[in-house]
T-cell receptor
Framework: AQSVSQHNHHVILSEAASLELGCNYS??????LFWYVQYPGQHLQLLLK??????LVKGIKGFEAEFIKSKFSFNLRKPSVQWSDTAEYFCAVSPSSGSARQLTFGSGTQLTVLP | DTEVTQTPKHLVMGMTNKKSLKCEQH?????MYWYKQKAKKPPELMFVYSYEKLSINESVPSRFSPECPNSSLLNLHLHALQPEDSALYLCASSQRTGGLDEQYFGPGTRLTVT
């Protein structure tokens, strides 16, 4: 079975600072990768996804992520955060093939952006 | 329309009550899911329906009973719950089952068991 690790549990940044949230997964085969965001009081929304192709993917709201296969990583980045980016961020992974193609979430990273 | 709706938004129930949570999507998605989310934790998969048939039950206690009346609706019937079942219950849908496609999540039902 696959697993996902998000090592940063709580990140606090000032506005305009750069962001990088770590995500590592464990699985022996090919995977699909996702970043979801949960703003306070709102539902989970997809930020970006990687299935294949260019390992650098761009998502909504200026976020991007890079898939590094050799490191089993899919880190989320944003060059300049805003106060409105305060939210919980979840990395998720699913196997690309096989019968157990279900989404597994990491434990989440709470991002607090100070104005 | 990329919306998944859930009712009710909040539910308080006693341990002997029977209640139901409802989820609806009109995106033509053929896979629907129930997740349980505790505060500050990731969603935990409970059930997966694919083409209106239950395909995955993640060893969920029988006091939770899912139902998929048609391709747009998903219910979760609750009976004899325990206080530790208090959580946010999320419904999601996707075009295909598993992690092949983006899952669209509803706002959830905040359940409190007293």
């Amino acid at each position: 079975a696959q697993s996902v690790s998000q090592h940063n549990h709580h990140v606090i940044l000032s506005e305009a600072a750069s962001l990088e949230l770590g995500c590592n997964y464990s699985y022996g085969g090919t995977v699909n990768l996702f970043w979801y965001v949960q703003y306070p009081g709102q539902h989970l929304q997809l930020l970006l996804k990687y299935f294949s192709g260019d390992p650098l993917v761009k998502g909504i709201k200026g976020f991007e992520a890079e898939f590094i296969k050799s490191k089993f990583s899919f880190n989320l980045r944003k060059p300049s955060v805003q106060w409105s980016d305060t939210a919980e961020y979840f990395c998720a992974v699913s196997p690309s093939s096989g019968s157990a193609r279900q989404l597994t979430f990491g434990s989440g990273t709470q991002l607090t952006v100070l104005p | 329309d990329t919306e998944v709706t859930q009712t009710p938004k909040h539910l308080v129930m006693g341990m002997t009550n029977k209640k139901s949570l409802k989820c609806e999507q009109h995106m033509g998605h053929r896979a629907m899911y129930w997740y349980k989310q505790k505060a500050k934790k990731p969603p935990e998969l409970m059930f997966v329906y694919s083409y209106e048939k239950l395909s995955i039950n993640e060893s969920v206690p029988s006091r939770f009973s899912p139902e998929c009346p048609n391709s747009s609706l998903l219910n979760l019937h609750l009976h004899a719950l325990q206080p530790e079942d208090s959580a946010l219950y999320l419904c999601a849908s996707s075009q295909r089952t598993g992690g092949l496609d983006e899952q669209y999540f509803g706002p959830g039902t905040r359940l409190t068991v007293t």
